[in-house]
């Protein structure tokens, strides 16, 4: 039998691992990882430049320094599996005084997550920088591992269930662990290759960037997959002590 501070425990982790994994599963499918906020363009200066990086951004060959310089220019927002600009719905929007803004968006293929990245975004001949590489390859691959854990951390604790069995909740508690940690790393990895970014290429001016939202979420989901290991930790451990402590007693 189970005590009851031991099933409320149990209770709060799988609501925390819940949470945990809906943030990070919507963080995962959003594209508002980071966001650039560009000045607004006015007359005809600059129109048909602005025109040619969008066609080039929706329809063009993969280019880090192309999509890049659109994603400056046209209030771009970016995450993990999706790059996207903010463009008018008119084609001679420059002529209204506030044109109504849609969003564009183009996903990144798998064969692009791993196409390598250069010291000079767009120049191949400037050799392959290997960190922002490895940055964007792991940004890419720990958050499905992350998810993988948790699945595979709810497919044990349901047969545990099944069993009528607390022994595996150590395991469970270990698997979260690493889901969070694996988490955090994606976020880390994520900041740190957009910071190596912005060191080789050149902002124009007046052009912000900001964390978006989707960032966020990731960040929250790591703590709570590691309250919710925690939570299973303790309780494993405490049930077991408490199990041992009661064979003993009825064995003396």
Known sequence: ??????????????????????YLSVAVGTQHWYQ???PPVRGEANISE???????FMDGEFDEKTYSDTLFRLNGTIGLWWRCVLVPSHTHWYKESDPTMVMKCVSFTLTQQFTPKYKEPGNHNSGEDMLRTYLWRCQFLLPLISLGLVVLAGLI????????????TLGIGMIHLLAGLCTLATVCCYLAGMDLLHRV?????KVDGSLGWSLYLALISSPLHMMA?????WAARSHSQNYYRMTAYRVA
């Not at 039998?1 to 809906?22: G, Q």
């Not at 602005?50 to 080039?56: A, I, M, Q, V």
């Open 157 to 168: 604790g349901f047969c545990a269930c099944l069993c009528h069995s607390l022994t595996p």
């Open 201 to 205: 290429s050149v902002l124009p001016d």
């Open 1 to 22: 039998m189970v005590d009851n501070r031991y099933a409320t425990a149990l209770v709060i982790s799988c609501v925390l691992s819940v949470l945990a994994t809906v």
């Open 36 to 38: 650039y906020t560009s």
């Open 50 to 56: 602005l025109r040619s990086l969008h066609d080039e």
């Open 229 to 233: 290991a925690a939570l299973l930790v």
